[in-house]
Nanobody, 116 residues
């Protein structure tokens, strides 16, 4: 089993920045890919950004050029730097890990609220 713990959410004004962290209980090299997903009230959970063990990244069009996913292998941690935040970014953000077997692991979620 892999445990994922998110932190860094909060309340910020439009145009501001936040950095989310996801700490894994095991080396992220043992996981096929890591990513961030978000779910707004009444909406489905959507992919925000992913990063593979090889370092390849992918972003949702809505956050491209504003958000950056990165990792610190030594700390077993994945980050999401969010800049130029918009009210539409308000959601619960979840860390995701996908094992080579296809098993998905999820963190508990952290709330991000962007005010106008």
């Amino acid at each position: 089993q892999v445990q994922l713990v998110e932190s860094g959410g909060g309340l910020v004004q439009a145009g501001g920045s936040l950095r989310l962290s996801c700490a894994a209980s095991r080396s992220i090299f043992s996981i096929n890919s890591m990513g961030w997903y978000r779910q707004a009230p009444g909406k489905q959970r959507d992919m925000v950004a992913t990063i593979t063990t090889g370092g390849d990244t992918n972003y949702a069009d809505s956050v491209k050029d504003r958000f950056t996913i990165s990792r610190d292998i030594a700390k077993n941690t994945v980050y999401l730097q969010m800049n130029s935040l918009k009210p539409e970014d308000t959601a619960v953000y979840y860390c995701n890990g996908r094992a080579w077997s296809g098993q998905n692991y999820w963190g508990q979620g952290t709330q991000v609220t962007v005010s106008s």
